[in-house]
C-alpha cells in the first residue's frame, strides 16, 4: 500500500529530519511509528499525505507517486493529527464532517449518506447538531475521526491520538483503531507514548534523530525501546504479556 524509497526530508533553515529513509506498509497492516519528540515521526507521515514534499527520494501510495498526485493521494489517505481543534472547521458537528464530502462535489444524498455513517461509527450521531466548540476533548477528537471517515480513505493515520485524553478517552479513541483495522484499513499510529497500543499493532518502527533505527514484530522491538528515550510499556518491563488498555 505504501512504498517509501530513501525518503529525506531537509528544512530551509538546513536542518535534515529525515535521513535516506526506507519502508515498505503492506495493505492491511496496522503499524506503530514511536520514537521521541522531534524523532520525525510528524514530519514522516505529513510526506505519505502529500502535506511536505520530499527533498530526496519517493513515496507511493497505491502505485502513485504522491509528489505527482497530491489531491489523489489525500482521498486514500486519511490523517488525524494530534490537535483535534486544528481539523475541525464547522460551525455543528453535522456540518464538520460534511465539508470534506461536499467539496469532493458528490450529490446531497451521497454526502447525507457518509455523514450518517461516519457520525454512526464514532457513536457522535446523537450530537450531529451541537456546536463544535462545546464539544469535550474526546469528542473533539472523534469529530476529527469522523471528518476522516466520510472522505472512505483506504488508508488512516493518526498523530499522537491519546494526546491530552482522560482514560475514558483514551480507550474510546483505541476501540475506534482498532475497529478500522479489523474493517481492512491499513492503520499508521504515532506516538511516543507505545503503551496505550503496542499490545494490537502488528509491527514497529522506531524513528530517532530522523533515522529508521528498528523495525520488526513488537515482541522483539519493545526490548530495546529504552535506548531510543522511549519508555517500554509496563509489561515488557515486568516479563509479563501485553495488555491492552480496553482490558486493563
Not at 472523534?142 to 471517515?149: E, F, P, T
Not at 493518526?158 to 485524553?165: G, S, V
Not at 479489523?182 to 492503520?187: A, D, I
Not at 526490548?223 to 519508555?231: E, G, P, V
Request: with cysteine.
Amino acid at each position: 500500500m505504501i512504498e517509501i524509497d530513501r525518503l529525506q526530508c531537509r528544512y530551509p533553515d538546513g536542518t535534515v529530519a529525515i535521513k535516506d529513509l526506507d519502508i515498505t506498509v503492506p495493505e492491511g497492516e496496522f503499524l506503530l511509528i514511536c520514537g521521541p519528540n522531534g524523532s520525525g515521526k510528524t514530519t514522516l507521515i505529513r510526506h505519505i499525505n502529500g502535506l511536505l514534499q520530499p527533498f530526496a527520494g519517493s513515496i507511493r501510495v497505491a502505485g502513485i507517486d504522491v509528489a505527482d498526485a497530491e489531491e489523489e493521494v489525500r482521498k486514500l489517505v486519511g490523517m488525524v493529527f494530534q490537535d483535534a481543534d486544528s481539523q475541525i472547521i464547522g460551525e455543528t458537528v453535522w456540518d464538520d464532517v460534511a465539508f470534506g464530502p461536499q467539496n469532493l462535489g458528490l450529490s446531497e444524498l451521497e454526502i447525507q449518506g457518509r455523514v450518517d455513517w461516519a457520525l454512526n461509527s464514532v457513536a457522535l450521531q446523537n450530537l450531529a447538531d451541537k456546536p463544535c466548540h462545546l464539544l469535550s476533548g474526546g469528542e473533539k477528537r472523534r469529530l476529527a475521526i469522523a471528518g476522516v471517515l466520510a472522505m472512505q480513505p483506504r488508508v488512516l493515520i493518526f498523530d499522537e491520538p491519546f494526546a491530552n485524553l482522560d482514560y475514558s478517552g483514551v480507550r474510546q479513541t483505541l476501540q475506534q483503531i482498532i475497529t478500522f483495522h479489523q474493517k481492512g484499513h491499513t492503520v499508521i499510529v504515532t506516538t511516543h507514548d507505545v503503551e496505550k497500543v503496542i499490545a494490537h499493532v502488528s509491527r514497529v518502527v522506531v524513528l530517532y534523530d530522523g533515522e529508521l533505527r528498528a523495525d520488526g514484530p513488537p515482541a522483539l522491538v519493545v526490548k530495546n525501546l529504552s535506548r531510543y528515550q522511549i519508555r517500554p510499556p509496563c509489561y515488557s518491563l515486568l516479563g509479563s504479556e501485553p495488555i491492552s488498555w480496553l482490558t486493563a
